[in-house]
Structure formats: C-alpha cells, structure tokens
C-alpha cells in the first residue's frame, strides 16, 4: 500500500509537471532500483541452514574428539612401549548390586584389563568388555593418583575406535567444571560440548543428546565441591533414567561414601577399581630407566620387595608418583634415591608423596645430566620462575575451587574492580594525545589553549565508554571466525539488537551527561535547550540505528559453526583474536562510514520533531524542511571548523577507531593481553604466558583438558597452593543480576515523552524573517505597516515586505561589501525614500527603491554607532561614541553641507544613544556614566544639566539602549555591571512635558528594551534565553503582562514599528520576527 501510494504520487506529480517529468522519472527509477536491489538482498540472506543431520554430526565430532585424545594419550606418554603398567578389575567394594546370574559374572571377568606396552590391544579390549555392559554403564574408581583419567582416556579412545557411523559419540568431561546445585547434567553437557568444540553455540551439542548421541564420560566426581555432589548422583540418576548409558571416575573412598546414600540408577552400574601398581612393575619400570651416573636404586628395589606395606612401597604404588619418582631422580642428579629409605625423615606415605611432589617443579626444569655439558639447557625459564608462576596460578584456581586454568576467565578474576575505569582513563589518554598530535600534525589551529580541552574531552568519553562497555560484557567467551550465508539474517536481527542495546546502555547515559551539563551551563530553561534535547534524543536514536548495523556486520561473521574444530587453549586463544580483529575491524569501519551521517540524521529529525511539537517555533520559517537541512548540515561542518582532515578525523577516522576499540573489550583475547600485560608488570606471571603453560605441559606439569590447561594432578595443585583444594563450603560466584528491562524502557519512554510535551512551545509571532544569514539590525518605514529594512553581520541590507504575496518576499537594498562589515544601525527618513545605514567602513545614504548609493556621510574611523532623524527629517544626529555630528538636509532630502560637531567632554563619558525630542526636535543622548543630555539643535551646546541620572552607580557600570515613550513620560536604559556580567533594565518617568525626569526603583535583569510610541508599555528580553516579556506602567513599577514566545535563542533588538501596531525582534537565532501588539494593548 505505501509503495502504491508513493507511485501514484509519482505519477500525478509528473501529469501535472511535465516540464520536471523525466527527472521524477529518473529519481523514481533509482528509488525503484534500490528497493529492488535491498528486496534482493534481504531474501539472499534470509535463507535458513537445512535442518541438521544428527548422524553426520555425530560422525564429526567423532572424529575430532579422536584425534584430540590421541594426541592428549601421546603427550602422556600412554602409547609409549615402555609405559607403566595400569591394571583394573571389578571391586570388591559394596558399591554395585549386580544382577546374580552366570552372565554377570562373565561380565565382570571381561572387565579386567591390563595396559602393558600394546595400546592399541588394550583399549580395544576396554571397548569391548564396555559394550556388553547392561545400560552401558561403568563405575571407575582408584586412589587418588592411581590413573582414573587415564583408565576414562582409554575408554574412550577404545570406543571412539569401535564406533560404527552414525554412533553415539563418548564424550571426555572434567567433573570439576559441573555445579550441579545449579545446572542440570544435560545443560552442563551441551555447554561443555559447545565452547570448546561449537565457538560457544549449543545447537549442535543439544541436537546431538536430544537423539541419544551423545555417551558422557564424567571424570573426577570426587572434585566436585563434598558439599554439591549429593546433589551430582542425584543430577546423574535423574538424567540417565533407565536406559542413557553412562560412564563415572572417582576416588574410591568419596563413591562408597555417595553411594551409600542412596542411588538406585547409578548403584546398578558395574564398578572397575584401578588396581595398585605392584612392587613388581614399579621395580621392572624403574629398572628400564637411563639413570644418570651414580645412581643406585638397589636398596629401595629390594625394600619394595621386602615391605610390601611400608611408607615407600604405598608411595609408589600410583602411577603417579612412580612417574614423578623417575623424573626427579633421573633430572636431580645430587639427589640420591636411597632416601627414601630414611624412616625419620619419611615415617608415612604422605611424607614420601610429598617429598617427591615438592621436587618435581626442580627436576622438570633441570637440564639432563646424561647429556654432555654442551647441549645441556634448562629451557627458556628457570626452575624458580616456574615454581613462584605456577604456584600464583594454583592458588588462583584454589580461590576459585576450579581445575581447569581456562584463559578467557583469568581478566574477570585477577583484576581489580578499578581496573576496567583506570585502564579507560589509560587508553583515553593516550587517544586524546594521539588526537592533539595528529591535529598538531596537521596545523589546522593555532589555538593551542584549546588542545587540552579536546584531549580531555576525547579521552574522558572513551574512559567512560570503555567502563560501561567493560562491566556490559563481564563474562565473555572465546570466538572464532566463521563465513557462511546460511542464516545471515537470523545473525543480523540478533547483532542488531545488541547493537540497540549497547548503544541504550553505553551511548546514552553520555549524550543525557553532555546534553545536561551544556543545556545547563549555557542554556538554562532556555527554547535552545529543549532543542537540544530533541536532537540528542534522537542523535541516540540514529546512534543506535548505527551501532545496530554495525554489530550486525560484526555478527554476521560469527556463523554458527556446522563442524566441529578440535580445540586446544593455543589454537582456541587464535581463533579468538582473528575473530576479535575482524570483526572489529569491519564494525569500526561500518560505524566509520555511517556515523557522520547518522549524526547528521539524528541532529536533522530531532530539530524537525522540535519544531512540530512547538508549531515550528524558531528559525527557519514554518516548515521549510530543505532550509533547516542545509543549516544544519553547514552548522555541523562550520563546528568543525570546515577543514578537511578536521572533520575526517573527527567524524571518520576516530568515531570507527573508538567504537572498535570498544568493541574489542567485549572479548575474550583483548581481556586475555591486558590482564597479561598487568601480571606480567607485577611479575606475578610471565609475559609470554601461553608459551609458558605450552612449556610445562611438555615438562609433563600440566595437562590439557579441551580448551584449558589442569595441574597434572590435583596433588601438585594442592602442593602448590598450600592447602587442602576443595573444602564443605559452597562455590563462590556471582549471580547473574537480571534486569527489567522492559521496565525500564517504558519509564524511559514515558519520562521522554512528558519532559517533551511538557516543555513544548507555541510560536505566537506574526511573521518570520530568516533569508538573510545573521541579522544585525533594522528600521520601520515610516509610512507602511508592512516594509521593513533589515542589515546583517555580512553588510547587506534588505527590504522585507512581509505582506506581499507569496508571503515573506524580500528585495536586496545592498549587497555585502568585500570586507563584509557588520551594518550596526540604520534610521529611514520620515517622509523620502531614504536610508541612512552604517557599518564598520562608512556612513552612507540610499534610496529605498533601487538601492542606489546617493551620499558617503562618513568613512572608515568616522563611522557612526548610533543614528536617528529628527520628527520632520530636517535634522540626522550621528554618534561613533566620542563625537556627535548634526546634519541639515536640503529641501529635496540631499546632504550637502558640512556638519557640526561636538566631542564628548573629558570625563564626561561618550555617547552611547541618540534619539529625538519630538516637542522640541532636540537631539537627545545617554552617555556612558548614566545621564540623559538635551543639545540645541543649530550648535550641539548640551543643556546646563542633565534631563536624567542614574542613581547608585558602580565604577565600571555603563549604560546603553535607551528608549523613550515621550507621550507616556517614559525613558528606559539598560545597565551593565561589568563585575557581574549582568544587564539590567532601569526607568526614568515624569508627570507632564515639564516635569522633571525621576528615576523609578524598579529593575529587572534584561538584555535589550523598547518603549511603546503611544501606549505606556515596555518590552525587555532575557539576557541568557529567547523570551520578550511585556510589562505595563501605571504608577509605581511596571506589571508584567504576558510573554512573547517564538524565538529560540537571547534576542538582542527590539524595535516597534511608528503606529506602535507591530513590535520586531533580532535573535541570535538568526530570525526576526514580528509580533501585533493590539492584544495585549487591549488587554
């Protein structure tokens, strides 16, 4: 319907225009062409993804999880031939209750499994034993260090090998990750599939358990917090129900103790328990090792065998320390292993474990004594630069009760609330300075005072902006970059609601703080103010539209992964920062592109939808929409100074950097580098932490788990921080705060909307006059209602006759001289067509018809300030402040003789207004110091005293603007107090033609004043707002009647027309405007 209607508008327009016709035409084909184009565009990207293909999926991720394990199994050394042997078999503990039949316990002999030097025979027959399990479920357990997440590697290794296409996928997850007091199993399981695997999305993932795909193998139950694992079997009973297959590790001990409890599901499953590495294999493995020179492991192998239960041999039977055992004493050369036979110093097994543990961080980083002095190196770091890093890094997973060192969460918890506000203050600095360089750089300005204000300025905005973005983003998650048009607008509309929202949360409390404090400031209570408003509500509006499209773009490129990646934290923390730099490379490009327009947009709609609600109060004239967008566009480039690299860098170059420097802070790498950076300055880790961590799960320290590193085993963590990792309390973490933000719009919208409504203005002017640029002054004809003669800041003059038809037609009397100086007063002869104008350069007389210039009355240094004629026009007074000059004019209106003059007395203050006595056609003047002077008309001699005085004056008060309503025995001045910088209104009265002048008590701040020709009535304007008020005078002190309301900004001329029917205003809003005054003179 709105395309038909806006066709047919077309189409009458070019009937009836025919002369325009082809250019509607043309105008009308390109509009066609780019709906057409965005049409186009819009069902190219609203085409969805075909529906996913669980099987195919499954096969995927099959494959990457595969591949990670064996690289994971390799770089523990599992595939190793001479590897130590790990064993298992069905426990004896009353933890399972099998059904009694023949066929369980086959069951149970199929169980038992040894690794001994065959990899690939042993997960295999892991894998089968596994899949004639009822359910599908398996229990392992072991003491701590006996090779539980081993036992669940090869497990799922064995099965990832056995699968056929289209299988459930077993899934390896760390326990210590799960809260299961507040998030279900499944929901767990999605979320740890999806981050590492998915780029964060959880489609995949939930696709995958929703078909029954998905087989989790859940490793360490025991390092969920003792007090939320209760509630992990009940998680795990609940989702597993009676047929998901299942597979849990944990310490023995901890299961007896849950299990006992009460798990019916769970208790039904089969249990393995890893067996103690006898002293036979650990004297066989030992033996199998090139110990350094002087090494002799013969005692503690014979004690092996002799003390089958004393402290060493319990020590060494884990996998664990027997591994640990080898590498300190194969690395630590001065150390000799036979003291571990010493029964004081090692009087348990704890004290051996511990021991060997404490020794580890040394031996992994000591060069290897079999090797010759010459290729000996200890590596990039030092044995004591490991030990202090590795030990902050365990105490801050101890703090946050938490095995996996996960890089992307490091920023959130390592830095201080005041770090996010002291790095904006940082980074702000130094892009103010980078901007005063560059406008340095480029010597736009000479004004250097002004420089700091713009560092400033620019860099307190992006500390704020940096803050507010940095606490709207607390948790963010590793990204990777991804192309794909399946699904783009899908990922558009979401981008572009964050866009809307960021820009709500981050944008607007700056434009209302910016907003309040110039309106304030400048503005108060002001037409001017509740404009600017209106613009920068809708600059937000037209903001938000930017940043919107912005984040669109930027979204677009994270496409919902449809395979999955295998991930490690080196590979995850890359993907991460490509996907960070592009897409805030585009977005700051997007906003880069759009911004100025946007802004330009924003300042256009919200002055038009000022002047709609205010009945289109102010310049320009009523609904001259295409004028009020070209001195907008010209006011937003004249701020800018007009240069170009002015305003490319300001509304081009730095808009895009900023916003994606902000938008770099809502990711996970940027977050990552700059909480690098600070720890690294403090030294609390290495500046090259990635690298460093890589190190030491190489030196066998650390462990990879997905997309995090762990502590090879809690033991080393526990050492390192101190004490015990996981105690009964609960873990620690904020809850998410929600916010209604539904509210929150609606009582924003509402506040707006009465704020708006409630501060709109009607404009009660008759006429506008705005053709001309910056209005200076003007003069009535004497003998017409409706002709004007108006002067600019520029030197023109003009004839407004604003009853003509079309309305507000004007004719040029002068055009602008070449040094443009400002007309500063003009003054129409009462009865020729003469005027009398004066600027800067000369006093000059023209005839109203056609302009002409007829006589030069003054030029350059003589040029006169004030002028006024004589009721008849016999006489014309002018004064440039120091001298008064009297001319006579001739019969037929010309100037021809030479005029008298009279200099202002020493002391006696210049001449600041000039005006008639009509009763006397005697030139009147106030001076400077306050007192009213009447001359002789032929010599200029002034009177014995003055008509009039100012009373209580200050030393640097002067006084100007006098006007007079001599029928009424009205005098008003205005009065400027310099010490202040305030203007006020004074008032002289008499009681009859001879009475004498007296100064009235009344005042009122005031920036201009005329008086009524006829009626006893004044007007004055504000000194810092846009509205005249009327008063009237009956005795005593005037009564405010009424206020004139139009003008949006300090109107600086008033003047009423000879009849006293119209009074005209001069604003600094570039308009003048007429207002009838039969009203409130009637009133």
């Known amino acids: 319907m709105a395309v038909a209607a806006v066709c047919g508008g077309l189409a009458g327009w070019m009937l009836i225009d025919r002369a325009s016709s082809n250019a509607v035409a043309t105008v009308g084909s390109l509009f066609v062409g780019i709906v057409t184009l965005f049409l186009a565009l819009v069902d190219f990207f609203r085409h969805e993804p075909p529906p996913l293909n669980p099987s195919a999926l499954a096969d995927d991720l099959a494959l990457v999880l595969k591949d990670q394990w064996l690289e994971e199994a390799t770089a523990r050394g599992l595939r190793d031939p001479r590897v130590l042997p790990l064993a298992w078999t069905a426990t004896d503990r009353d933890v399972a209750r099998l059904p009694r039949t023949a066929n369980a316990r086959v069951l149970r002999m199929r169980l038992n499994g040894r690794l001994d030097g065959d990899f690939d025979e042993a997960i295999g027959r892991l894998a089968a034993g596994y899949d004639q399990l009822p359910n599908r479920r398996l229990v392992a357990i072991g003491e701590p260090g006996s090779g539980k997440s081993v036992l669940a590697i090869l497990l799922t290794l064995g099965l990832l090998g056995a699968r056929e296409p289209g299988g459930p996928v077993p899934v390896l997850l760390p326990a210590s990750s799960w809260d299961p007091v507040r998030e279900p199993l499944d929901d767990w399981i999605v979320r740890a599939l999806a981050l590492p695997h998915y780029g964060g999305r959880e489609e995949i993932p939930?696709?995958?358990?929703?078909?029954?795909?998905?087989?989790?193998?859940?490793?360490?139950?025991?390092?969920?917090?003792?007090?939320?694992?209760?509630?992990?079997?009940?998680?795990?009973?609940?989702?597993?129900?009676?047929?998901?297959?299942?597979?849990?590790?944990?310490?023995?001990?901890?299961?007896?103790?849950?299990?006992?409890?009460?798990?019916?599901?769970?208790?039904?499953?089969?249990?393995?328990?890893?067996?103690?590495?006898?002293?036979?294999?650990?004297?066989?493995?030992?033996?199998?090792?090139?110990?350094?020179?002087?090494?002799?492991?013969?005692?503690?192998?014979?004690?092996?065998?002799?003390?089958?239960?004393?402290?060493?041999?319990?020590?060494?039977?884990?996998?664990?320390?027997?591994?640990?055992?080898?590498?300190?004493?194969?690395?630590?050369?001065?150390?000799?292993?036979?003291?571990?036979?010493?029964?004081?110093?090692?009087?348990?097994?704890?004290?051996?474990?511990?021991?060997?543990?404490?020794?580890?961080?040394?031996?992994?980083?000591?060069?290897?004594?079999?090797?010759?002095?010459?290729?000996?190196?200890?590596?990039?770091?030092?044995?004591?630069?490991?030990?202090?890093?590795?030990?902050?890094?365990?105490?801050?997973?101890?703090?946050?009760?938490?095995?996996?060192?996960?890089?992307?969460?490091?920023?959130?918890?390592?830095?201080?609330?005041?770090?996010?506000?002291?790095?904006?203050?940082?980074?702000?600095?130094?892009?103010?300075?980078?901007?005063?360089?560059w406008i340095v750089g480029t010597d736009v300005t000479k004004e250097y005072a002004v420089l700091p204000v713009i560092a400033g300025s620019i860099g307190g905005g992006f500390a704020l902006l940096s803050t507010i973005v940095w606490y709207a983003a607390p948790h963010p998650l590793p990204g990777r970059l991804s192309f794909s048009v399946q699904g783009s607008w899908g990922r558009l509309r979401h981008g572009f609601r964050i866009g809307a929202r960021l820009t709500a949360l981050a944008v607007a409390p700056l434009l209302v703080g910016v907003t309040s404090v110039a309106a304030l400031d400048e503005w108060k209570y002001t037409y001017t103010a509740d404009e600017l408003y209106y613009e920068m509500f809708a600059v937000g509006l037209s903001l938000m539209l930017v940043i919107g499209l912005a984040l669109a773009a930027h979204n677009w490129l994270n496409a919902p992964p449809h395979h999955a990646t295998q991930v490690s934290p080196t590979n995850s923390l890359a993907q991460d920062r490509g996907s960070a730099v592009a897409g805030a490379a585009v977005a700051g490009c997007m906003v880069a592109a759009t911004g100025l327009m946007g802004w330009y947009a924003g300042l256009l709609s919200g002055a038009w939808l000022h002047r709609e609600v205010n009945d289109w109060t102010g310049w320009p004239e009523a609904r001259n929409v295409a004028l009020l967008a070209a001195g907008k566009w010209d006011a937003m480039f004249d701020s800018l100074s007009g240069e170009a690299p002015v305003w490319i860098g300001l509304t081009i170059v730095l808009p895009g950097t900023v916003f994606a420097l902000l938008l770099l802070l809502t990711r996970a790498w940027p977050r990552f580098l700059v909480v690098r950076l600070f720890l690294a300055a403090r030294r609390r880790l290495p500046l090259r932490l990635m690298g460093f961590l890589a190190d030491a799960r190489r030196r066998g320290l650390l462990r990879q788990s997905g997309g995090a590193y762990q502590f090879r085993h809690v033991r080393l963590q526990e050492t390192l921080a101190g004490r015990p990792l996981y105690g009964d309390g609960p873990r620690t973490g904020t809850g998410d705060r929600t916010v209604r933000r539904r509210v929150v719009l609606v009582a924003g919208a509402m506040t707006v909307t009465t704020v708006a409504f409630s501060n709109r203005k009607r404009d009660q002017s008759l006429k506008v006059w705005s053709s001309s640029p910056f209005p200076s002054t003007l003069a009535f004809h004497p003998g017409s209602r409706a002709r004007l003669f108006i002067g600019s800041y520029y030197g023109s003059v003009w004839r407004w006759d604003h009853e003509e038809r079309p309305p507000l037609r004007e004719h040029l009397i002068r055009e602008a001289p070449k040094a443009e100086p400002t007309v500063s007063c003009l003054v129409h002869h009462p009865s020729r067509p003469l005027l009398v104008l004066s600027d800067g350069d000369s006093t000059e007389v023209r005839s109203t018809g056609d302009g002409a210039l007829l006589k030069r009355l003054l030029e350059k240094t003589m040029t006169a300030s004030d002028l006024a004629f004589s009721p008849s026009g016999h006489l014309l007074v002018a004064s440039d402040g120091e001298v008064m000059r009297l001319w006579t004019p001739g019969a037929d209106g010309s100037f021809t003789g030479t005029p008298v003059s009279r200099k202002a007395a020493h002391g006696a203050g210049g001449y600041s207004s000039l005006l008639f006595d009509p009763d006397a056609s005697q030139p009147i003047a106030l001076d400077d110091t306050g007192r009213v002077w009447r001359y002789s008309a032929d010599s200029l001699e002034p009177e014995k005293g003055p008509l009039a005085s100012a009373h209580e004056k200050k030393t640097r008060d002067t006084f100007s603007g006098l006007a007079a309503g001599w029928r009424n025995g009205l005098l008003a001045f205005i009065r400027i107090d310099y010490d202040s910088d305030l203007c006020h209104v004074g008032l002289w009265t008499r009681t009859g033609p001879l009475s004498p002048w007296s100064e009235t008590p009344w005042t009122r701040k005031a920036y201009s004043v005329a008086v009524h020709p006829v009626a006893p009535f004044l007007v004055t304007s504000d000194q810092h707002g846009p509205d005249v008020h009327v008063w009237h005078y009956t005795g005593g002190s005037p009564v405010y009647i009424r206020t004139l309301k139009g003008h949006t900004d300090r109107v600086f001329s008033l003047t009423f027309s000879p009849q006293g029917d119209l009074l005209a205003t001069i604003s600094d809003d570039e308009t003048v405007r007429l207002w009838e005054t039969g009203d409130w003179l009637r009133r």
């Open 206 to 437: 939930r696709v995958l358990l929703g078909h029954g795909l998905l087989l989790p193998v859940l490793d360490g139950l025991d390092e969920i917090p003792e007090s939320a694992r209760r509630s992990a079997i009940r998680s795990i009973n609940l989702a597993i129900g009676a047929e998901r297959p299942v597979v849990v590790t944990c310490r023995a001990t901890e299961y007896e103790d849950l299990i006992r409890g009460g798990a019916p599901t769970l208790r039904e499953a089969p249990v393995v328990e890893i067996c103690p590495v006898s002293p036979g294999d650990a004297v066989a493995y030992l033996r199998d090792v090139d110990w350094p020179a002087g090494t002799d492991w013969t005692p503690v192998y014979a004690h092996l065998r002799a003390a089958r239960h004393g402290p060493v041999a319990a020590a060494l039977s884990t996998p664990l320390m027997v591994t640990s055992a080898r590498l300190v004493y194969q690395r630590l050369a001065d150390l000799d292993p036979t003291e571990l036979l010493d029964s004081t110093r090692f009087d348990c097994q704890y004290s051996v474990e511990q021991h060997i543990t404490d020794k580890l961080i040394d031996a992994a980083y000591a060069p290897d004594p079999r090797l010759p002095d010459a290729e000996r190196s200890g590596g990039r770091w030092s044995a004591g630069q490991a030990r202090e890093w590795l030990t902050f890094l365990a105490r801050y997973l101890h703090d946050h009760r938490e095995r996996d060192l996960a890089w992307w969460r490091m920023s959130e918890r390592l830095l201080s609330p005041w770090f996010p506000p002291a790095l904006g203050v940082a980074a702000g600095l130094l892009l103010g300075i980078g901007c005063v360089a």
